[in-house]
């Protein structure tokens, strides 16, 4: 009972050599707090404002990252072999128990990079294909080819990617298509979709595309009586 007793697991690899043999998809998420969208905006415009918050203040009212969507994206990026980059300052704890609930026992597929800032973050890969997913771009994300390597970026929940590192990659900033009131799609559910498209642009590389049922086998002759 709940034995797979048709499956044929000699010619299945490991995850780590999986991850080895098809092309490298990375997802990256940034966590500073952006200055968009009313979020921090000086009285002046939408310069970026010097003035510190109190540290207290920003986690109890403004990081609404929930850990429990990092968890979830994390999931996805197990499941799928990418890459998973988180850029900091976090408003939760990498050990927080809602982050580990939605990634279950998925934690020891990941393969994670910390970053302290988004400045680290693009230092890093400047010569890198990067994309950034965001409701303010002028391109549609099925539009867009996406090279082995490539980078897939987001920002938080509540405020998105600093318009100010958008507008130096306007050519790079991609939008998933939804009707004009709704502000947008849950992060982990766009994370999701983009992550998707790549691999299927791709051709799935050394994904398993075919799965089994548990108690019977597909070839099974049916018998209704």
């Known amino acids: 009972m709940g034995k797979n007793r048709c499956a044929d ?18 997802f990256a998420q940034f966590h500073c707090l952006c200055c968009t969208d009313g979020v921090r905006r000086c009285a002046q415009g939408n310069s970026l404002c010097d003035r510190l918050m109190d540290p207290e203040q920003l986690k109890d009212d403004l990081c609404k990252d929930i850990a429990q969507n ?22 939760f704890s990498i050990d927080d128990k ?3 609930r939605a990634g279950l026992d998925y ?39 996406y090279p082995d390597n490539c980078y897939l970026i987001f920002g938080r929940e509540d405020a998105g990617i600093d318009e100010h590192i958008l507008l130096r990659h306007p050519d790079s ?11 947008s799609l849950n992060l982990s559910n766009t994370v999701a979709i983009a992550v998707y498209e790549t691999l299927r642009q791709w051709g799935f ?5 075919e799965g089994q049922l548990h108690q019977f086998c597909w070839d099974d002759p049916i018998s209704f009586d």
């Not at 900033?173 to 502000?183: D, H, S």
Request: proline share 4%; hydrophobic share 30%; aromatic share 12%.
């Open 9 to 26: 697991n000699s010619n299945q690899t490991s995850y780590y050599d999986r991850k080895a043999a098809h092309c490298a998809l990375h």
């Open 205 to 209: 590389p050394a994904l398993q595309n």
């Open 107 to 145: 934690w020891h597929y990941l393969d994670i990079t910390y970053y302290e800032n988004t400045q680290e973050f693009l230092e890093k890969h400047s010569d890198d294909s990067l994309f950034f997913f965001t409701t303010k771009g002028r391109k549609v994300y099925s539009e867009q080819s």
């Open 70 to 91: 990092t968890g979830n994206i994390a999931r996805t990026c197990a499941c799928t072999g990418a890459r998973l980059h988180l850029v900091g300052p976090m408003g």
């Open 173 to 183: 900033c991609l939008r998933l298509p939804m009707i004009g009131p709704v502000r």
């Open 98 to 100: 809602k982050l580990k």
